[in-house]
């Protein structure tokens, strides 16, 4: 299977998600995305850091600093409450998009 | 709201941020470095990133910010000429704004102005100022739910023991400093205890004549003070910041109880038939003024049924406003011509800033052909022109609210305002200072601009000769207006006005305020002659009317009654024309002035045609000694009579000096009658007061004048200055090929001819507009005034030709051979 970008609109709502496994840094979530994927999606760097300032902005996820597991100085990003209810909203809201498009595709 | 919060907080951080995510991502890199792709550039990544933030729009900003700060300050004579242009234009209309706002806008600064209101007395057929006191006594003590009631009356009065010092004084009741809110500077204030019959005369003076006459000390208020002769207490002084129901600042007030006390004999306190007083009084906030006026009208039935004489057919009493100085309707007129004339001084400035603008394009356009090539759009340029404008729009704010405060200031202290009257710079000043100025930078200054943008030659052109032709329409039409106001007023002083004003005193030794009737022919009769007799006296009249006084009879037809003695014609040195002169007191026989005659029996003989149930006698040459700008105003000459003798003035023709004889006047009109406190005055003297107004209104318009030619001046030199450097090339090869200097000027100067042709046609008509408003508001101006109108274009056309020999010089020698190699 070829690798392709997210689709537009969903960045977030992935990143948020993989967050709320527990604290990760820039690096590991695009990591964890493209596994948990099956190595289908591919976060470009251009596009996850100004997605991780709109997150940082809205509140949604506090960044610390720390150690990570090969002993670099990296920014761990970690969820708020608000980020949870962000989270489930936009997860609805996907869902009942995604919904609506595979009716009209399965009976058009 | 919080998502603000943060922003600001990674606005306020961002270096720590930019330097932490330049990290991060650094990190990022390193671990992915082994397996995927490139990064890409790190530094665009980053900045793609910091975008999220919000901030990218101020950024843009401030770096435009500075960089119009860098290219001013680069071109420091071209910033100065335009904030100093701007900054005129602004400041002119801000003064006047400022002046327009403390009159009519804000309130009276005294306690709930907006309840103050003056009242008026009304009748189908008339209006009347004021009220006789014992009317406004009745009113005041069946006022209704009016409250507050307070009488101004406005005189003025002799004070200290020479008596030779006349103040403006006001007789009020004595609720009239509580009311406005006053407090005293020393000692206290008149109340309402000052006003019962029994109390002791007292006065307060003002901060002015305490610091003026009696040096400013405390324990010289514990002597009394002379008021008319008489022996006043002086219980307080009045700080030079009151404001009271006048703009005026008078230097002296007096309960109007004690009236009898300044005036012996007055009989202000019982005549109903005088007129002497202004009603002030408060209507609660909770009561339509109709229903006010309703409420009155059956007090005024009431004072009918007791005094049927006193009061008019159909008479009611109509309240208006009084919480502001000026009432907005009475001087809308009077505001909207300053408004324009002040605003076709800001349209000039912004002419002549266009002007500024399009002339250092010739330097601009390449740099904007540069930075177009470089990959600069065009909509990013324009971002940086309008805030290149904003820049010096705020700066001409700024230099224009400096500019207006004192020049407001200025204006107040030359009108003779009270000293309370100050400019005061509040929001609204700044808000309209702002708006003005960089409303006008941006339209005129950038617009020129926008089309070098869109290299289309024509268009630019065009603009120019809009931008020329509306600097000098401004031009003409306010040089034209000041021109018709300054000789409006000088062609009084020179026009003679039919009658002997140089040589001839007016005495009025008030026999009226004295309760003197019966006794005053006698009076007179002893005084004058004593005059008579006195050396250097040439002759003198009694008459009821004095010469410029404020005082006049008038009938419909614009005739003004006088009753005179017969030497009044000599004495004023007027012509008779036909027929005679009345005797002293002769029944039933008039003199009428020429204008009179020819109005009422155009091509017969008046003589010894009725009018007014008289037989006219004599026709004298026009002479008007009151009315002086009235045209239509014409003269009916009575022999007085015993009953006009106590208000009657003494007209006295001099040898030399007018001024000289003013005490010796006053004095034997005193010794005929040791209470009376005679007011002298020289007629010229008088003149001059009575036109310090219009010649003031014509300094003014006149500097307003000045502004607009200087800015039309500089800017038509502006223009030729950059036609002349645009076409230099051209003038170098046609000079080159032998053509006539001459010429070549006429081919690059004649575009300028339909502007100030156009231009000036409509500043001549503009300025006949605004001259038919003044010649109703002033004396003597006259709306088409050709003189007035050739100056001014004179006047223009001079200045713009001083102002473009530099460039002209400039291109007759201009070396073809150099400007060729210097392309």
Redesign the interface.
Same mark, same amino acid.
């Given at each position: 299977m070829p690798e392709t970008g997210v689709p537009p609109g969903t960045l977030v709502m992935l990143v948020l998600r993989v967050l709320q496994g527990g604290p990760l840094?820039?690096?590991a979530m !695009?990591q964890r995305i493209h596994t948990l994927s099956s190595d289908v999606l591919q976060i470009e760097?251009?596009s996850l850091?100004? !997605? @991780?300032?709109?997150i @940082?902005?809205?509140?949604w996820a506090k960044a610390e600093?720390g150690i990570?597991e090969?002993n =670099? =100085?990296? =920014?761990f990003y970690k969820l708020t409450p608000a980020g949870r209810s962000q989270l489930a909203a936009q997860i609805a809201d996907y869902e009942r998009t995604n919904a609506a498009i595979q009716t009209v595709l399965r009976t058009a | 709201m919080k998502d603000l919060w943060r922003r600001l907080w990674f606005l306020l951080n961002r270096s720590r941020f930019e330097r932490e995510l330049r990290e991060e991502m650094e990190a990022h890199r390193a671990m992915k470095g082994e397996l995927g792709p490139p990064f890409g550039n790190i530094l665009r990544l980053r900045d793609e990133a910091v975008d999220a933030w919000g901030w990218r729009w101020l950024e843009r900003f401030l770096q435009d910010l500075r960089f119009a700060c860098r290219l001013l300050w680069r071109a420091p004579a071209f910033t100065l000429t335009a904030v100093a242009v701007l900054s005129l234009g602004v400041g002119v209309n801000l003064a006047a704004f400022q002046v327009f706002d403390r009159l009519a806008l804000s309130m009276r600064p005294v306690p709930n102005p907006e309840t103050l209101v003056r009242l008026y007395r009304r009748s189908p057929r008339s209006t009347t100022t004021t009220f006789s006191y014992p009317a406004f006594d009745y009113y005041r003590q069946h006022r209704s739910r009016l409250s507050s009631a307070m009488a101004l009356m406005r005189t003025s009065v002799a004070v200290g023991d020479a008596e030779d010092r006349r103040v403006d004084a006001r007789f009020v009741t004595g609720n009239y400093f509580a009311e406005m809110g006053a407090r005293p500077l020393v000692g206290r204030l008149l109340d309402p205890a000052d006003e019962r019959g029994d109390a002791p005369p007292v006065a307060v003076i003002s901060e002015d004549l305490w610091r003026s006459a009696l040096g400013g000390d405390e324990r010289a208020l514990s002597r009394p003070l002379r008021v008319n002769g008489r022996p006043f207490e002086v219980v307080g002084v009045v700080p030079r910041t009151f404001v009271g129901l006048d703009e005026s600042a008078p230097s002296l007030w007096v309960p109007v109880s004690h009236h009898g006390a300044a005036f012996p004999g007055s009989t202000l306190r019982s005549d109903w038939s005088g007129g002497a007083v202004d009603f002030y009084a408060r209507v609660p906030a909770d009561i339509p003024i109709a229903a006010m006026e309703a409420e009155l009208r059956a007090t005024v039935d009431a004072l009918r049924v007791e005094r049927p004489d006193q009061v008019f057919d159909g008479e009611w009493l109509e309240i208006r406003g009084a919480g502001r100085l000026v009432s907005l309707d009475e001087a809308a007129p009077a505001f909207a011509l300053i408004g324009a004339l002040v605003g076709l001084v800001l349209v000039a400035a912004c002419m002549n800033l266009g002007l500024l603008v399009l002339a250092r394009t010739l330097v601009r356009d390449r740099e904007f052909a540069i930075r177009l090539a470089v990959g600069a759009t065009r909509s990013r340029l324009v971002r940086q022109l309008l805030t290149e404008h904003l820049l010096l729009g705020l700066l001409g704010a700024a230099v224009g609210c400096l500019v207006a405060m004192p020049a407001a200031a200025a204006v107040f202290r030359l009108t003779g305002s009270s000293p309370s009257l100050t400019p005061q710079f509040n929001y609204l000043t700044a808000v309209i200072a702002t708006l003005l100025a960089v409303l006008s930078s941006i339209v005129f200054g950038f617009a020129p601009v926008w089309q070098t943008l869109r290299p289309v030659s024509e268009r630019r052109l065009r603009m120019r000769s809009v931008l020329l032709a509306a600097q000098v329409t401004t031009a003409i039409a306010l040089l034209v207006v000041s021109g018709l106001l300054v000789r409006g007023v000088t062609r009084i002083v020179r026009v003679p006005l039919g009658f002997e004003y140089q040589q001839t005193l007016v005495a009025d030794p008030g026999l009226a305020n004295h309760g003197v009737s019966d006794a005053a022919e006698d009076y007179w009769r002893r005084a004058e002659s004593r005059i008579r007799q006195q050396a250097g006296i040439q002759n003198s009249a009694l008459s009821s009317l004095a010469p410029l006084g404020n005082r006049v009879t008038v009938n419909r037809e614009r005739t003004v009654f006088y009753d005179v003695t017969p030497s009044y014609f000599d004495t004023l040195r007027i012509a008779v024309l036909r027929g005679r002169i009345f005797d002293a007191g002769e029944p039933g026989v008039a003199v009428i002035s020429q204008g009179l005659a020819n109005r009422r029996w155009p091509g017969e003989d008046a003589l010894g045609k009725t009018y007014d149930g008289d037989t006219i006698v004599g026709v004298v040459s026009d002479a008007r000694t009151v009315r002086l700008n009235e045209g239509a105003a014409t003269e009916y000459y009575r022999p007085i009579q015993p009953k006009d003798m106590p208000g009657a003035v003494l007209i006295v023709r001099v040898e030399g000096a007018p001024q000289r004889f003013t005490n010796g006047i006053r004095a034997t009109l005193q010794a005929e009658d040791p209470r009376l406190t005679p007011e002298v005055f020289a007629l010229q003297d008088a003149l001059a007061t009575k036109l310090a107004g219009p010649r003031q209104a014509a300094q003014l318009v006149s500097l307003l004048g000045a502004c607009a030619l200087l800015l039309a001046v500089t800017g038509f030199g502006g223009m030729v200055a950059f036609t002349v450097s645009e076409r230099l090339k051209e003038i170098g090869i046609r000079l080159a090929l032998g053509a006539h200097p001459r010429h070549v000027l006429g081919a690059v100067l004649r575009q300028f001819r339909t502007p100030v042709l156009l231009g000036t046609v409509a500043g001549s008509l503009l300025a006949t507009a605004a001259g038919l408003v003044l010649a109703q508001e002033l004396y003597g101006v006259s709306s088409v005034d050709p003189i007035a109108h050739v100056g001014a274009f004179v006047l223009l056309a001079t200045g713009a030709s001083l102002a473009a020999i530099p460039s002209v010089r400039r291109a007759l020698r201009v070396d073809p051979v150099q400007t060729l190699r210097h392309e």
């Open positions: 840094h820039g690096y !695009a760097e251009g850091y100004p !997605a @991780l300032q709109r @940082l902005i809205h509140g600093w990570s090969t =670099r =100085r990296v =920014r | -």
